[in-house]
């Protein structure tokens, strides 16, 4: 039911322990099971009768529903809501069959699944599982060690041994970022993390400008964050690129809905002298923020004096485990694009201009030279 690395902690109600090893072994979707897909899950029907049912935690109101028997939370940890989602949606939903439930997650700080983890201690129907990556017999211990060397140690712990770690306050460190008066005349990029909404608990739209010197220190320059719907969005990106100017980059994230906010750009004639870069994310928002860390330990993490500079230090020094981390994306996102080829040649001496063959076509011409004062 479940493959990838084997680094978790699962908490289970009424499982016995062989079981989870047994679905762990055994592939999924048996070859006589047949799919039918709607909007918000996946449903598999057995030839005897049986069923299995995928749906997402996106929208919690969709776990409500019939009584049945047994449901997997796959990432736990990592679900936002998920102590409201589990007393009000998915565990009435077991009453009437007396139904089991299982939390399979890497940890990520001392959250709900924490607590959940450790139910086991005082209630007999709980029982708690805890699997370091090492465990799983199909990866190379290689592998694993040279994962553990690219990683900051606790995150190595909650990543790799599945431990429960406090990283809030442990990755970044307010000590290890400069604060400068006056920005240092760099390419520039600007890289968008998109939320589209209003509420109050809900994400940001962050856009952060960054650029990285000669001895590579990141620079962030600017930051601008807002809670905005679609059309608000859009719009403070146009006026924020025409700002920034057509030397800036703009990077957008694209990810499920946001590529249409990367096409409604593009196809404004208005922006037709800009720059806009689709970013890809393929990581969880730890692993793409490990190169801003490692900047960070390094003392080559500087920002630029300005008004938005506290609310942005304190949202980095509580990532990951604060209430958002949207400029935190934002930064990760313009890491991608400064790690891009932009095609420029920034050597001087790489640059030529005719050659000392003859021209048999104008043998009389002599090529301007460049000027390089």
Not at 47 to 55: A, D, P, S
Not at 205 to 229: L, W
Not at 283 to 302: F, H, I, M, N, Y
Request: proline residues 5%.
């Amino acid at each position: 039911m479940h493959a990838g690395r084997e680094d978790r902690v699962d908490e289970a109600r009424g499982i016995p322990g062989e079981m989870h090893v047994k679905v762990w072994a055994e592939p999924w979707p048996p070859s006589s099971w047949s799919l039918r897909l709607a909007s918000n899950s996946a449903w598999y029907s057995g030839v005897n009768g049986g069923w299995l049912q995928f749906r997402t935690a996106e929208e919690p109101d969709s776990l409500r529903g019939e009584g049945i028997d047994f449901v997997v939370l796959d990432e736990a940890a990592h679900i936002k809501g998920i102590e409201e989602m589990w007393e009000q949606c998915i565990r009435p939903s077991l009453m009437d069959r007396r139904g089991d439930a299982w939390f399979i997650s890497t940890p990520n700080g001392f959250n709900y699944f924490n607590n959940l983890f450790l139910r086991s201690r005082d209630r007999e129907d709980w029982a708690s599982f805890q699997f370091p990556t090492s465990s799983n017999p199909h990866i190379d211990f290689a592998e694993i060690q040279e994962l553990r060397a690219s990683l900051p140690l606790l995150v190595a712990r909650q990543e790799i041994d599945a431990e429960f770690v406090q990283l809030a306050g442990a990755l970044f460190k307010r000590q290890n970022i400069q604060v400068i008066d006056t920005e240092p005349i760099i390419p520039y990029v600007r890289a968008w993390d998109l939320a589209f909404t209003e509420k109050t608990t809900s994400d940001y739209t962050a856009g952060g400008r960054m650029g990285m010197t000669a001895d590579g220190t990141v620079i962030i320059a600017d930051m601008v964050s807002g809670q905005m719907e679609w059309p608000d969005a859009v719009r403070c990106i146009a006026n924020t690129a025409k700002l920034d100017g057509t030397q800036v980059r703009q990077g957008i994230e694209c990810v499920a809905a946001q590529v249409g906010v990367l096409q409604t750009l593009l196809r404004d004639p208005l922006l037709l002298s800009y720059t806009f870069t689709p970013i890809e994310v393929h990581r969880d928002k730890l692993t793409r923020a490990l190169p801003l860390v490692a900047r960070s330990e390094q003392g080559k993490l500087a920002i630029v004096r300005g008004g938005w500079n506290q609310k942005f230090l304190d949202e980095l020094c509580a990532f990951p485990e604060g209430q958002h981390d949207d400029q935190v994306d934002a930064c990760s996102g313009g890491m991608t694009l400064l790690s891009l080829p932009t095609g420029a040649i920034d050597d001087i001496s790489k640059i030529r201009m005719g050659g000392t063959t003859v021209s048999k076509y104008r043998p009389n011409f002599t090529p301007r030279r460049l000027q390089t004062a």
